[in-house]
């Protein structure tokens, strides 16, 4: 009843930028809902899932990252649209990988649940 779907990645130089979104769409938002955060996530080749960055949309919008990519990510979102963006800019090779973008969503009367994105590949080299 949820689909998540990222677009925005591919092959950029170092140094470059790249801007990743991400748009949840299904039933569930034709009824009452909220969104309580919002995470992007990558996963390099032979390295472990690490959570890059955070926005919590329970808590007036508080973000987080991981502390790699402060001063050059950037997460915000478009609450209206159900939408997330991740601003990268100044890349290095070492944010090569698999990004994925995920939202935890109460719906009344149950549980929230986290979704998750197909992912899209981050590929930085020259």
């Known amino acids: 009843q949820v689909q998540l779907v990222e677009s925005g990645g591919g092959l950029v130089q170092p140094g470059g930028s790249l801007r990743l979104s991400c748009t949840a769409s299904?039933?569930?938002?034709?009824?009452?809902?909220?969104?309580?955060?919002k995470t992007w996530y990558r996963q390099a080749p032979g390295k472990q899932r690490e959570m890059v960055a955070r926005?919590?949309?329970?808590?007036?919008?508080?973000?987080n990252y991981v502390d790699s990519v402060k001063g050059r990510f950037t997460i915000s979102s478009d609450p209206a649209k159900n939408m997330v963006f991740l601003q990268m800019n100044n890349v290095k090779p070492e944010d090569t990988g698999v990004y994925y973008c995920?939202?935890?969503?109460?719906?009344?009367?149950?549980?929230?649940?986290?979704?998750w994105g197909q992912g899209t590949q981050v590929t930085v080299s020259s």
């Open positions: 926005m919590s949309d329970h808590n007036g919008g508080l973000t």
């Open positions: 995920s939202m935890l969503i109460k719906v009344p009367g149950r549980a929230s649940v986290d979704y």
């Open positions: 299904g039933s569930i938002f034709d009824s009452a809902f909220e969104i309580y955060t």
